[in-house]
């Protein structure tokens, strides 16, 4: 009886020990040493979409501008023409100007390309481009946030709810960076999406050229010799966030990350997260 007893307590205490461990670095199969984030928030993918790191990466997040995965892909998906002309709406330029948002520089009146949009969605993560390009593709940006939802749906991407094309804070746009590496690893399957992600800078063929480059290369040294491409996002409640496509020894990874503190001043933590992600592997 008493060995019984010291052997149910065992079981007890095994099963608390577990029951208690951290959410981090959940597969104890994968030999990744990934070092104390400053995100609250991420998930590590490899090629094949296997899970390699966690942390939080269920927890209901803001996607800011991560939000523009989505944007893209969708409006990848259903143009028929990436040379098909729009003009750009002063009322466009005044609207997210006066929200503070990020712009990737058009002005009103511009003619501008699908491809011009996809890219200044993108790049420079422009709002005037996102609800331009929710426009000429959908007839309008409700309508076309639909077409986002509807694909958040296929994907499997239980935790999201998009309100807008953009990712400016709405306490009902929400998802999970589980979610997101979903629709990261969907999107980086097409050769376009694949294309821009992974472009540092790209001229438009407007009347005066814009040059748009990539938020993400700029942020920090040797950024280039460690992530092929990615999508920077902030606003004030989703803190600084990235999903970025590692390269490490000819094999890639897709890391997701969110919530990490600062602003798009600050240091950019979010990118030294990736940098040391990259150096861990």
Same mark, same amino acid.
């Given at each position: 009886?008493?060995?019984?007893?010291?052997?149910?307590?065992?079981?007890?205490?095994?099963?608390?020990?577990?029951?208690?461990?951290?959410?981090?670095?959940?597969?104890?199969?994968?030999?990744?040493?990934?070092?104390?984030?400053?995100?609250?928030?991420?998930?590590?993918?490899?090629?094949?979409?296997?899970?390699?790191?966690?942390?939080?990466?269920?927890?209901?997040?803001?996607?800011?501008?991560?939000?523009?995965?989505?944007?893209?892909?969708?409006?990848?998906?259903?143009?028929?023409?990436?040379?098909?002309?729009?003009?750009?709406?002063?009322?466009?330029?005044?609207?997210?100007?006066?929200?503070?948002?990020?712009?990737?520089?058009?002005?009103?009146?511009?003619?501008?390309?699908?491809?011009?949009?996809? #890219?200044? $969605?993108?790049? &420079?993560?422009?709002?005037?481009?996102?609800? %331009? /390009?929710?426009?000429?593709?959908? *007839?309008? +940006?409700?309508?076309?946030?639909?077409?986002?939802?509807?694909?958040?749906?296929?994907?499997?991407?239980?935790?999201?709810?998009?309100?807008?094309?953009?990712?400016?804070?709405?306490?009902?746009?929400?998802?999970?960076?589980?979610?997101?590496?979903?629709?990261?690893?969907?999107?980086?399957?097409?050769?376009?999406?694949?294309?821009?992600?992974?472009?540092?800078? #790209?001229? $438009?063929?407007? &009347?005066?050229?814009?040059?748009?480059?990539? %938020? /993400?290369?700029?942020?920090?040294? *040797?950024? +280039?010799?460690?992530?092929?491409?990615?999508?920077?996002?902030?606003?004030?409640?989703?803190?600084?966030?990235?999903?970025?496509?590692?390269?490490?020894?000819?094999?890639?990874?897709?890391?997701?990350?969110?919530?990490?503190?600062?602003?798009?001043?600050?240091?950019?933590?979010?990118?030294?997260?990736?940098?040391?992600?990259?150096?861990?592997?």
């Amino acid at each position: 009886m008493k060995k019984l007893f010291l052997l149910c307590c065992l079981c007890v205490a095994a099963f608390f020990l577990y029951a208690n461990k951290s959410t981090e670095n959940v597969d104890a199969d994968i030999d990744v040493e990934i070092p104390s984030l400053h995100s609250q928030n991420a998930i590590l993918l490899d090629e094949s979409g296997q899970s390699l790191y966690e942390k939080n990466a269920d927890a209901i997040i803001y996607p800011a501008s991560l939000t523009k995965i989505m944007t893209a892909i969708v409006a990848i998906e259903e143009s028929d023409d990436l040379q098909k002309h729009t003009m750009i709406d002063p009322q466009t330029i005044s609207t997210f100007t006066a929200q503070n948002a990020s712009m990737a520089g058009f002005k009103g009146g511009d003619f501008v390309t699908v491809e011009d949009l996809l #890219y200044g $969605t993108v790049l &420079p993560s422009g709002a005037d481009a996102t609800a %331009t /390009l929710a426009k000429v593709i959908a *007839g309008s +940006e409700a309508d076309f946030v639909s077409l986002m939802n509807d694909k958040a749906r296929e994907l499997g991407m239980n935790d999201t709810h998009f309100v807008n094309a953009s990712g400016l804070h709405d306490v009902e746009h929400v998802s999970s960076v589980r979610d997101i590496s979903k629709l990261f690893r969907y999107a980086l399957e097409n050769p376009l999406f694949y294309k821009i992600l992974t472009t540092r800078s #790209y001229v $438009t063929e407007v &009347p005066n050229e814009l040059v748009m480059s990539s %938020t /993400l290369f700029t942020k920090l040294p *040797g950024v +280039e010799n460690a992530i092929l491409g990615g999508k920077t996002g902030y606003t004030p409640e989703a803190g600084l966030c990235l999903a970025s496509l590692l390269e490490k020894n000819g094999n890639h990874y897709l890391l997701i990350t969110t919530n990490a503190t600062g602003n798009i001043r600050s240091e950019p933590l979010h990118v030294q997260d990736a940098l040391n992600v990259h150096a861990a592997l």
